[in-house]
């Protein structure tokens, strides 16, 4: 009879964070600092961008809001940020 051993909790989410770091890394990459209207979350494991960059959160919102009137279903907002100067 084998038992089953489970990873610790923090070791699951060390390996978590790191699947997300790299998805945001790679859904990013290129795209121009503001807004983006997306098909998921940057860390998701899917993403496709549908607009952006916008300036503002209240422009992508309004932009969204409009795609969404049309019945083409549900979109997400997210940000890319410009990195940090030596960093």
């Known amino acids: 009879m084998s038992e089953t051993v489970s990873k610790p909790h923090w070791q699951e ?5 790191g699947h997300r770091i790299a998805m ?8 121009r600092p503001g807004w983006y209207i997306l098909t998921g ?9 549908i607009s952006g960059p916008y300036s503002t ?17 549900s979109f997400y907002l997210d ?7 030596g960093g």
């Open 13 to 17: 989410d060390t390996e978590l964070a």
């Open 24 to 31: 945001l890394e790679q859904h990013s990459a290129g795209l």
């Open 41 to 49: 979350f940057f860390w998701h494991d899917t993403c496709a961008v």
């Open 57 to 73: 959160n209240n422009d992508a919102w309004r932009a969204r809001t409009t795609l969404e009137s049309y019945g083409i279903g």
């Open 79 to 85: 940000e890319v940020v410009a990195a940090p100067v």
